[in-house]
């Protein structure tokens, strides 16, 4: 004999879908045909969904809007957590920086690699000799330190009213991320 | 995603605190409502609510959309209710002074009919319920999240949410008869 507890589930179905047509009820139908106590706990289950489609909500005791304002304004400029320095800044200081890199790496393969050390296999170029590497290298570097130059003093006029804007917003980045931190 | 909420949270997440504003006034009263059914006290549920808005604002830039804000706001919330009862213990009993509180939908209760005393009472009834049912229970028929919403906003896996409702909605029915059903949901 089956025992009511197989039912639970389809019963707590049957109470919140309402009347399921499926082939996998019909068990539950007959079973409810013969059980009265299934039958309580199915009319007990349609009133408590009942009550809970129409549960009001509690009342709001007053508008948070001005509370939660007043907490906002004492809180440090909210920035992307990620952004240390906005983009005009971050780019030509990463192209700096990369430039830096290129020219400590350069000199460190100069050690190891002598210069006019031929190269282990067979060339299609004709390579640059001592004296036409170095100028490349300086016409690059200097290229490259220019364009990153100029990248941070657009960077620097579009961030604002200038120099003080700019370390103020470095501050309030830097207490941010401190933020950031504590949560 | 169709999220009333879209046209405010692009400028939030930009600093503008006028539209996150908006935001607190779009969503306060289902915050404070799903707070206060949690922790089952106005003033706590208010500072709780404040406490969520704060920590919003802070995490507004890393909200990368890929739920509903709503949703999101839910969660934080949610999260700083369940926080503050683990910080102060199980609370789980509920007293008459707690249970007086339910708000009252109507003028008196002679005016009720029967059927609308019987829901006010099982409205009542699911203060008894530990807090997480209280939380689930809050989402899906308050909030109107869908499972998979709930199952988000708790961080729980969606048979865990499924398996929380029904044995909540078991629960109430048990109340309704006069049942003690502590032993069920512990």
């Known amino acids: 004999m089956t025992s009511c507890r197989e039912y639970e589930e389809q019963l707590i179905s049957l109470a919140v879908l309402g009347e399921p047509v499926g082939a996998e009820f019909a068990p539950l139908r007959a079973h409810l045909a013969t059980c009265p106590a299934c039958r309580a706990e199915l009319a007990r289950l349609r009133q408590v969904e009942a009550a809970l489609h129409t549960w009001p909500l509690a009342e709001l005791p007053r508008d948070l809007v001005p509370l939660v304002m007043e907490q906002l304004a004492q809180e440090p400029q909210q920035l992307p957590s990620w952004q240390l320095l906005p983009w005009r800044l971050w780019v030509p200081a990463l192209a700096i920086a990369l430039a830096v890199g290129l020219c400590l790496a350069r000199n460190l393969v100069g050690r190891v690699l002598p210069v006019g050390t031929p190269p282990p296999t067979a060339v299609l170029y004709q ?8 100028l490349f290298w300086a016409i690059w570097f200097g290229l490259f330190f220019t364009l990153a130059g100029v990248g941070i003093s657009v960077g620097l006029m579009s961030e604002g009213e200038g120099f003080d804007r700019f370390t103020s917003g470095l501050r309030d980045r830097w207490e941010h991320l401190r933020e950031s931190a504590h949560l | ?6 046209p405010w949270v692009e400028r939030a997440r930009a600093g503008d605190p006028e539209a996150f504003a908006e935001i607190v006034r779009a969503t306060q009263a289902q915050l404070y409502n799903l707070a206060y059914q949690i922790v089952r006290n106005p003033q706590e549920a208010e500072d709780l609510v404040q406490v969520a808005y704060l920590r919003a604002w802070r995490a507004l830039p890393s909200f ?9 706001l839910y969660r934080i919330t949610t999260n700083a209710c369940l926080n503050r009862r683990r910080q102060l213990g199980r609370v789980t009993e509920i007293d008459e002074a707690v249970l007086a509180e339910t708000p009252d939908t109507g003028p008196s209760p002679e005016a009720h009919t029967m059927a609308q005393l019987a829901k006010t009472e099982l409205w009542r009834k699911v203060a008894e319920l530990p807090e997480r049912y209280r939380a689930v229970l809050t989402l899906f028929y308050q909030a109107q999240l869908s499972y998979e919403d709930v ?12 398996a929380q409702l029904n044995r909540a909605r078991q629960a109430l029915a048990r109340l309704i008869q006069g049942d003690d059903v502590d032993d069920e949901l512990s």
């Open chain 1, 127 to 134: 390579p640059l000799g001592a004296e036409g590497r170095e």
């Open chain 2, 1 to 6: 995603m169709d999220d009333p909420l879209e």
């Open chain 2, 151 to 162: 199952a988000a906003t708790l961080a729980l896996p969606l048979g865990t949410v499924k």
């Open chain 2, 64 to 72: 990368r959309g890929e739920a509903r804000l709503s949703t999101w």
